[in-house]
């Protein structure tokens, strides 16, 4: 286990200076879900949600955050995006709640890696999809968040184990 690098000589919160690490390729992939009821699911499925195209504007919202990471994580560093996808799966279940499982994908070229704008993304994703389906339910239960695998930089590529 590593140290803290966040943290000046007088254990105060610093920015972490990358400016001696290597411009790399790096990627990361994120996962969320929602679990929503079935009334949501059928709506979302069938486009009759009031306030548009879930889905779509969940989407976008995911992207919009992974770009402004850096504006809401105090100590991120503002990266250069060379690309974001979301990507969706239902997950059908018996019983009343569906789920929702959200997939991000983010790549750069840069200095330090995107494990951060990846997981901000899902649970914006996730965010989105809540707010956007309140009004018919607002029990619906965001799921885990966390980070699938990250390539790239000095520490290596990492993958989680899922068992």
């Known amino acids: 286990m590593s140290e803290f690098t966040h943290m000046n000589e007088q254990g105060r919160a610093k920015m ?27 709506q979302i499925t069938n486009h009759k949600v009031g306030k548009g195209d879930v889905l779509a504007v969940a989407q976008v919202a995911g992207i919009m955050a992974a770009k ?62 809540y707010d956007m389906c309140k009004a018919v339910d607002k029990g619906m239960v965001i799921g885990q968040t966390y980070l699938q695998e990250k390539t790239g930089g000095k520490s290596g590529d990492y993958k989680r184990d899922n068992n």
Not at 69 to 94: A, K, R
Not at 103 to 111: D, I, Q, R
């Open 16 to 42: 972490v200076d990358i400016t001696e690490k290597s411009a790399t390729f790096r990627k990361a992939i994120a996962h969320s879900s929602i679990f929503v009821n079935k009334k949501i699911y059928q």
């Open 68 to 129: 402004q990471t850096s504006t809401i994580i105090p100590m991120c560093h503002p990266l250069p995006l060379s690309g974001v996808d979301i990507t969706f799966d239902w997950q059908l279940h018996e019983h009343e709640n569906q789920e929702l499982l959200i997939t991000v994908e983010v790549k750069t070229k840069g200095n330090t890696g995107v494990e951060m704008e990846a997981l901000t993304a899902a649970s914006v994703t996730a965010l989105t999809i």
